[in-house]
């Protein structure tokens, strides 16, 4: 049962009073580090932690201003005393702005971790339970040669592993920490500043800045949001394709708490595939999101905000969407209905013609040029589609066929089985329990 979408966490990420937050924790974190250095006074320091943010001074303030840092720090110091005139000392508004940012990139990253290692658990489970059921294998939308569907379910696992350790080399390069002052050159702010506000908030400081931190890092941050969000939707695609009347091997749970109960408001036999369309329409934004990342990344000279409103729909907005797929994904996956009854039926829509490598390999094997025997399985193959007759006895009554392979030996050709010997080696190579389950 997929339960109603209820986790505020990202939200809360991208929220204005986690901005503020954050904001407040850089000037706090920057005070104790001019503390440090001798010149913030120990006893302004103690009075500088009760520094409170005030959301209507705030407000206020801007109305005046249209500047928020500028506003920020002045409705920080109505809080304060004297004392308050430590506060931005120094710094300039990128300074405060984009370390916060760096932090909500971090504490996003974090959240669809998780999200990534529950759809991988459930990906996992249902792999191993469908091991050994036959499908048929499809290329350009036609019958190929059978395979296991627990193997198409691991091959999704496999991918959102390396989902998982893009997130993992992606943090490190998102949680960073510039206090460099304008463009960059420490002028206003030693650099031992932005080094002790980095260890304070557990962050790496900026190797090297202008006044912005470069935008190559947000670009990756929404290219792997992006990555993520195309895994999602090549699932949802193939869900959906297999959920289609004419295949119908698999179903989006349907008509149970929790799940879509009704298909269509005129016609009552609709089950349709509605959350996996979901998740191809919002990996479309998340997709369209990256470019705008990447266009973000040229500014003019040492800085300036053509990126900045960009940012603040496209950063948040990825995030959002991809810890929603997800979600909705996970769900997806452990209530999926699998039908092996239809997979089988399927199979065996061509009568035998997904057999035909194996007819024509055991020729080749049995002396047999390789033209002459793939001539001979395909003039068999065309007969048994045109005339819609079993293939395997096309093949036994086939003259040059018949020269090289008795009946007895054509038989064991024809075994669905064959296609899952190999499937648990590509189970142990993902890690998974291989053998009967």
Not at 216 to 225: G, I, L
Not at 399 to 425: Q, T
């Amino acid at each position: 049962m997929i339960p109603r979408y209820s986790r505020p966490e990202m939200s809360k990420v991208w929220s204005d009073d986690n901005t503020f937050k954050l904001w407040l924790q850089v000037e706090i974190a920057a005070s104790q580090a001019w503390t440090d250095l001798g010149v913030v006074p120990a006893e302004d320091m103690v009075l500088l932690r009760n520094a409170r943010f005030n959301r209507e001074i705030y407000d206020r303030i801007f109305e005046e201003t249209k500047h928020d840092i500028v506003s920020f720090t002045r409705a920080v110091s109505e809080s304060l005393g004297p004392e308050s005139r430590w506060i931005h000392h120094g710094l300039t508004s990128n300074d405060v702005k984009d370390t916060g940012l760096s932090m909500q990139m971090a504490q996003a990253v974090d959240i669809v971790d998780v999200g990534v290692s529950r759809l991988m658990d459930v990906l996992k489970r249902r792999a191993q339970e469908y091991r050994d059921v036959p499908c048929i294998g499809r290329s350009h939308g036609i019958h190929a040669e059978p395979m296991s569907f627990g193997l198409k379910l691991a091959m999704w696992w496999d991918e959102m592993r390396r989902n998982r350790d893009r997130l993992a080399e992606l943090r490190p390069r998102v949680a960073i920490c510039m206090l460099s002052g304008p463009v960059g050159t420490f002028a206003s702010v030693p650099p031992e500043i932005e080094e002790l506000v980095a260890k304070q908030l557990d962050l790496q400081p900026a190797p090297v800045s202008n006044q912005v931190i470069q935008r190559d890092r947000h670009a990756e941050f929404a290219q792997v949001m992006a990555l993520i969000a195309a895994t999602l939707d090549k699932m949802a695609t193939e869900i959906r394709g297999l959920q289609r009347t004419e295949i119908g091997e698999v179903q989006e749970p349907f008509g149970t708490p929790g799940f879509v109960t009704k298909g269509s408001s005129s016609m009552p036999h609709k089950r349709n595939p509605e959350l996996t369309e979901r998740i191809c329409g919002l990996a479309r934004v998340v997709r369209s999101n990256s470019l705008t990342a990447l266009e973000n990344v040229a500014l003019w000279h040492e800085r300036d905000i053509s990126h900045s409103s960009a940012e603040r729909v496209i950063l948040p907005d990825s995030s959002l969407a991809v810890d929603y797929m997800l979600f909705l994904m996970t769900g997806i996956i452990d209530g999926m209905l699998v039908f092996p009854d239809r997979m089988m039926r399927n199979l065996e829509l061509t009568r035998g013609l997904v057999f035909s490598p194996r007819v024509m390999l055991a020729l080749v094997e049995a002396g047999v040029d390789r033209k002459v025997a793939y001539d001979a399985v395909q003039r068999c193959a065309m007969q048994s589609w045109d005339e819609e007759v079993d293939f395997r006895e096309l093949v036994k009554a086939d003259s040059v066929i018949a020269e090289s392979l008795s009946a007895e030996e054509i038989e064991p050709l024809f075994d669905y089985g064959f296609y899952l010997n190999h499937v648990d080696h590509s189970f142990a190579r993902l890690g998974f329990e291989t053998g009967a389950g």
